[in-house]
């Protein structure tokens, strides 16, 4: 079974700061891939970023990095300059292989309320 | 490109009723996947349909079932509701079901179902 464990439930940041949301998973599935996704107050997933169990290089888009550290087992994201839009929820996810042959949906953590305050 | 979109956006039933949602995928794409989203639960897993073949199934009970048509629309559908079927339903739309690894999945504004 897959689990993501997100360990803040909220966090209050200044703007322009830069802020790291952790994210620790476990799985049994050598091939895996890691998401985090925004949710604002709307409702709607946004995808910010993707890393694969097997990329060698932490994965950036634009002010989203991941920092993967596979031994650990820790996928967190890095916002850099944070702006008063990133304030939502913030959900690390995962999708394996899965054990019967066919893929599994995403296993989601419980999420990260982030603010950003002026 | 028009985005993933979920009917109704709003929905209120009493318990012991039926609700079918809706969800149209982005243009092309061919995998539909459900999910709800409850204060309690957190996000889970309901389902996965491609090309009109449910592929994988989250652990919920048989109240809960959906279909995909020939066009990837996809409806799910709860029988028999319960007062914790209250929660927001989201759909997500892929181009391939996955398989692992990458397969970027595109979110509707789901729908939020209230059961009195």
């Known amino acids: 079974a897959q689990k993501i464990t997100q360990t803040q439930p909220g966090m209050f940041v200044q703007e322009k700061e830069a802020v790291t949301l952790d994210c620790t998973y476990d799985?049994?599935?050598?091939?895996?891939?890691l998401f985090w996704y925004k949710q604002p107050s709307s409702g709607e997933m946004i995808f910010l970023i993707y890393?694969?169990?097997?990329?060698?290089q932490n994965a950036t888009e634009g002010r989203y990095s991941l920092n993967f550290q596979k031994a650990r087992k820790s996928a967190n994201l890095v916002i850099s300059a944070s702006q008063l839009g990133d304030s939502a929820m913030y959900f690390c996810?995962?999708?394996?292989?899965?054990?019967?042959?066919?893929?599994?949906?995403?296993?989601f953590g419980k999420g990260t309320h982030l603010i950003i305050q002026p | 490109k028009a985005g993933v979109t979920q009917t109704p956006r709003y929905l209120i039933k009493t318990r012991g009723q039926q609700v079918t949602l809706s969800c149209s995928p982005i243009?092309?794409?061919?995998?539909v996947s459900w999910y709800q989203q409850t204060p309690g639960q957190g996000l889970q897993f309901l389902f996965e349909?491609?090309?009109?073949?449910?592929?994988n199934k989250g652990n919920f009970p048989g109240r809960f079932s959906g279909r995909q048509f020939s066009n990837s629309r996809s409806e799910m559908n709860v029988s028999t509701l319960e007062l914790g079927d209250s929660a927001l339903y989201l759909c997500?739309?892929?181009?391939?079901?996955?398989?692992?690894?990458?397969?970027?999945?595109?979110f509707g504004p789901g729908t939020r179902l209230t059961v009195l």
């Open positions: 997500a739309s892929s181009l391939l079901m996955g398989q692992g690894g990458y397969n970027e999945q595109f």
């Open positions: 799985t049994s599935d050598p091939s895996y891939g």
């Open positions: 890393q694969g169990s097997y990329d060698q």
């Open positions: 996810a995962m999708r394996g292989g899965g054990s019967g042959g066919g893929a599994d949906g995403l296993t």
């Open positions: 243009s092309g794409h061919r995998s």
């Open positions: 349909y491609f090309s009109e073949t449910q592929r």
